[in-house]
Every structure is written in C-alpha cells, then in structure tokens.
C-alpha cells in the first residue's frame, strides 16, 4: 500500500511538471494569482494580529484581555481564560488565526492539548471581516444576513455542544465509575477519563518584556505569514492539473477550485454558484487545512480530528440551506 501511494505521489510530481512547461503562461498566472492574493490581502490582514497576538501571549496578558468576556464564554463553553481568548480571536480574526493561536497556547503550555483540540474543532474559520468584505462583494450579495448567521451559527452551536459534552456524560461516566468501584470488582480505568473537565495547564511560562515580546512576535509572525504566502502559491498553481480535461462539466471544476483553494475558488465562482461556495465556506478547502497543519505543527493538536470536526460542520451547513434556501 505504501509503495503505492508513494508510486501515486510521484506520478501526480511528473504530471504537474509536464503541464507547467507544456502552459508556461497559464502557470505563471496562477500562481502570480496566488502571490497577488497573499501580498494584498493576506498580509495587511492577518500580519498585524499575528503580531499584536503574538505580543499578548508572551507577556502573558492574554487572561486580562478577556477578563471582561471569560464569564460569559466559560457559562457556554467552559473554557479556561486562554480558551476563551482563543475563541474570541479566532472568530474575529479570522482563519488561520484560530489554529495559530491554539498552536502558540499549547506550544507554550498555556492550554492544554484536551483544551485546544476542542476549541480548534469550530474556532478556526473565515473571518466575518473577509466575509463581509471579499465573498459578499464577489458574490453581488444585497441580502447576506443570513449566510452570515449559517456561517458562523452553526460553529458556535456545534462548539457548545463539543465543549460542553463531557459535563452531559458526567452522571453516566459515574454510573460507570460506581460499578468498577472495589465493592463490585477489581477498578478498571473509566471510559471517560478523556472526558474530564478542562483545566488550565499549572505551568505557565515567565512573561517577556515588551522589546523581546514584540521582536520574538515579530518574527514568528513574519514565519507564518511568509508560510502562508507559500501555501496560496502552490495550491493556486494546482488549479493547473484539470487545463488538458476541457470538456469537464462547470459546476464539477468550480467544486474543485473551491475545494482546493476558497480565496481563489470563490473569485472564479462568481455570482454564479453561491450555494456552493456558502457550502464550501466552513470546510475551508486543501490549502486551508495544510495552512491549518502549519500553525499546529509541533504540538498534540490533531489535523485529523480537525478535518472530521469541518466534514461535520460542512455536512450540517448542506443539510440547512437543503431545508432553508435564503437566496
């Protein structure tokens, strides 16, 4: 199998090669699309929160910053004061800043990996910024009041009922716990010690002064955002692989472009094909996801379960606009 698989990588490199020099021009536009998206938009969007974020976490200021929010959030979500600034900045922030933020908390043992796993399973998405912004305009929208509600409706919902599943099962897994008691027969190990409440780590790093905080967040940010630059590139560039198959129905390659990369998948769509891209939305696409595994890369945050946690949030978004069509 793996012999295969490496086989099948390596056909899909010869296959790439051989259309960028059979459409040298085409490349060339893809990915100068790629580069023009990141330099214009990604940049002066994203480079500043990576940074101002990046400052907050080192100084350990994160938990006065959503002392006046961490109530409210912890009544919902149960979320300790750093899962609650990962909420909060991920939402309005916007993607990857979800997934980076997670990555940097846990990396630093901030929050815990239970934690994080959690909240990155419905934190990390397009921003209402970008929303508002980039799909409503592209898409000529005049009504987007309910997209914006399904966009981010359904991740706040399903994140309540993620955070919050292991205090619902509290009085089976005691249940449980009771009939593996001593009185009954030699204790096994619960089913639901991955359920446990969430807790903040004890350990937490000392504070940076505000010079090393913001040169260190500094770089770190320029790192990421140069690493994302990367990814918009080379997943613009696969928009090459389907040029020799012209007689392929529309709607399948505007699946794909989306699929592959939103930004780009979004542009090409049009006003066309808005259910699609409002379905393709909360899934992100292959570059978000691989952006995703960047900014995680390194801690116990799973792109797996990250990826299963979007099917689901994608498959409920189909099966409301089946039953509500709002345009």
Not at 55 to 63: A, K, P, S
Not at 70 to 88: K, R
Not at 128 to 148: C, G, M, R
Not at 262 to 291: D, E, K, N, W
Request: hydrophobic share 50%.
């Amino acid at each position: 199998m793996k012999n295969f698989v490496r086989f099948l990588y390596m056909a899909i490199g010869i296959y790439l090669i051989f259309l960028l020099l059979r459409y040298p021009a085409m490349s060339l536009q893809y990915a100068y699309s790629g580069l023009c998206l990141w330099f214009g938009k990604m940049i002066p969007t994203l480079l500043p929160f990576m940074i101002l974020s990046g400052i907050l976490i080192r100084m350990n200021l994160t938990e006065g910053f959503v002392r006046l929010f961490h109530p409210v959030l912890h009544f919902f979500y149960g979320t300790t004061p750093n899962g609650s600034y990962t909420l909060i900045m991920g939402f309005l922030c916007g993607f990857p800043m979800g997934a980076r933020i997670a990555g940097e908390l846990c990396r630093t043992e901030r929050l815990s990996s239970k934690e994080g796993n959690r909240l990155l399973a419905f934190c990390n998405n397009i921003g209402p910024i970008y929303f508002l912004s980039f799909v409503v305009s592209t898409l000529s929208l005049e009504k987007p009041l309910a997209p914006f509600l399904v966009m981010y409706g359904v991740p706040l919902v399903y994140g309540m009922f993620l955070m919050r599943l292991p205090l619902l099962l509290r009085p089976f897994c005691r249940l449980f716990s009771m009939q593996n008691s001593p009185l009954f027969h030699r204790p096994t190990k619960s089913v639901c010690d991955n359920l446990s409440p969430i807790v903040s780590p004890d350990r937490i790093p000392q504070a940076e002064g505000l010079l090393e905080a913001t040169d260190n967040a500094v770089l770190s940010g320029l790192i990421g955002i140069a690493k994302l630059g990367g990814y918009m590139v080379f997943f613009n560039l696969l928009n090459i692989l389907f040029v020799p198959f012209t007689h392929l129905p529309d709607t399948l390659l505007k699946a794909y472009y989306c699929i592959l990369e939103i930004t780009g998948g979004i542009a090409r769509c049009g006003a066309f094909h808005p259910i699609l891209v409002f379905v393709m939305l909360p899934f992100g696409g292959f570059s978000c996801i691989a952006q995703t595994y960047s900014m995680i890369r390194g801690t116990e945050l799973s792109i797996r379960a990250y990826v299963c946690h979007k099917l689901a949030q994608t498959a409920i978004t189909v099966l409301i606009y089946m039953l509500w069509q709002p345009f």
